[in-house]
């Protein structure tokens, strides 16, 4: 079979604009290192290849309250990386999710 897998680490700033309790919105520039590994197994014989490389995202996201401590998640990002000419790595991800808060606010 074959099979792709992609880290990446990365580190930037990231600021939120919004009332606790509230809507909140949030947005973010990363920069780092991404790498990736594709391999493919012929007649139990691994072949793999792997290479590591600059890499930017971008991306924002809002926290839509529901409850005092929950909240619903929206994100998108664009990861762009040094790859090249005619490879496809950089892309659009979304993702979504619940957030819990712990503690009690300021």
Do not use: C, H
């Amino acid at each position: 079979g074959t099979s792709r897998d992609d880290v990446t680490l990365m580190a930037g700033p990231g600021v939120r604009f919004g009332k606790r309790g509230g809507t909140v919105f949030s947005v973010r520039a990363l920069a780092g290192l991404v790498k990736d590994r594709a391999s493919i197994t012929v007649l139990d014989v691994d072949i793999s290849e792997s290479s590591s490389r600059f890499g930017l995202l971008a991306g924002g996201g809002i926290d839509f309250p529901i409850a005092k401590k929950l909240a619903l998640r929206a994100q998108g990002d664009y990861l762009w990386n040094d790859v090249e000419e005619g490879s496809k790595s950089s892309g659009f991800r979304a993702s979504a999710g619940i957030v819990y808060r712990f503690g009690i606010a300021p």
